[in-house]
């Protein structure tokens, strides 16, 4: 049987003028636009009860109702790549991604992403926007990420991030040594040149970053970081805008910083670590459907716990 969605919403009032496409695009988030402008034409959503055209005018305040019938969303296909998950039921699900995976499928990473091995592991997720993932971590950015599993779920979780109650902390290793923690508020966009580039900029989204001292090495620092809003990069870009680049950033990081005088076996383990040294380590949430409040920890992974040890080899800066 076609699994289909029941739907019953009010356009809301400051959308008056809007396309009833982009409004309702703004009121049912868990939908893309082009599966509601579908939705629309087929007749499978009306309006007070009219069969009406996307691009007609809203006025505020009508009401959205219909089954439509649920077609596959995320096409890509199914790859049994192994998935650390740490929490799931029917709802949702919370996993530890490791280095080196992409989120999902895009011009140079056709297949061995997340979205593939989230459709093998559950095939009902290419019936949601991006196989359910509501956030996501760079390619080499390891910890734990949430997977709505349906859409009533993926909506409530977009809500939550948006509203900034999905609280996110990071372990970040940076080149530089603080002597305290502080808040990064400063908008990020598109670099104004180099367009594979995020940079903060003047007409970019707010965004803001918090970070703290855990401890402080010779020439580098271990941060907790927590996430206001989530931007592209928005970790990575912040700490190099506050002259603190995360160590082993390619993109970001500017030169390896090495400790004057250091031994080998430190230096070659600052020189080959080669991704940003950023763990999403902490994630907490309300439950989407029964508002259980859930929280999860993921451990360091290996490359970086061993960083650890060899910069408090080094030497370790402890304050009393």
Not at 5 to 24: F, N, S, T, V
Request: net charge positive.
């Amino acid at each position: 049987m076609t699994p289909s969605e029941r739907i019953d919403c009010q356009i809301p009032a400051d959308c008056a003028g809007m396309r009833l496409d982009q409004a309702l695009a703004l009121a049912l988030p868990a939908y893309s636009r082009s599966r509601l402008q579908q939705w629309l034409k087929a007749g499978q959503l009306r309006v007070d009860g009219r069969i009406v055209r996307p691009r007609d005018p809203v006025w505020g305040g009508e009401r959205v109702s219909g089954e439509p019938i649920l077609e596959p969303e995320t096409v890509a296909i199914a790859q049994n790549i192994p998935l650390d998950i740490r929490y799931e039921d029917e709802d949702l699900l919370a996993l530890n991604k490791p280095a080196g995976l992409v989120a999902h499928p895009a011009a140079g990473n056709r297949d061995g992403t997340l979205v593939n091995a989230l459709l093998h592991h559950a095939p009902e997720l290419a019936l949601l926007p991006r196989a359910g993932l509501v956030h996501r971590l760079d390619k080499d950015t390891t910890g734990l990420l949430v997977v709505a599993r349906s859409l009533r779920a993926h909506n409530a979780l977009i809500e939550q991030l948006q509203a900034r109650r999905i609280e996110r902390e990071y372990l970040a290793v940076v080149n530089g040594t603080p002597v305290a923690g502080g808040t990064v508020d400063a908008p990020i966009g598109r670099h104004p040149v180099d367009r594979q580039r995020m940079a903060v900029v003047a007409n970019g989204k707010s965004a803001v970053t918090h970070y703290r001292v855990l401890r402080r090495f010779r020439a580098h620092t271990l941060l907790r970081v927590k996430l206001e809003t989530g931007r592209t990069h928005q970790i990575r870009v912040h700490m190099a805008h506050v002259r603190l680049p995360l160590l082993g950033d390619p993109v970001y990081g500017g030169r390896p910083r090495v400790p004057p005088d250091a031994a080998a076996r430190c230096i070659e383990t600052i020189q080959r670590f080669r991704r940003q040294a950023l763990h999403a380590e902490r994630l907490a949430l309300s439950h989407p459907i029964t508002a259980q409040q859930l929280q999860w920890q993921a451990e360091l992974p290996v490359d970086l716990a061993e960083l650890l040890k060899v910069l408090s080899e080094d030497g370790e800066i402890r304050h009393e």
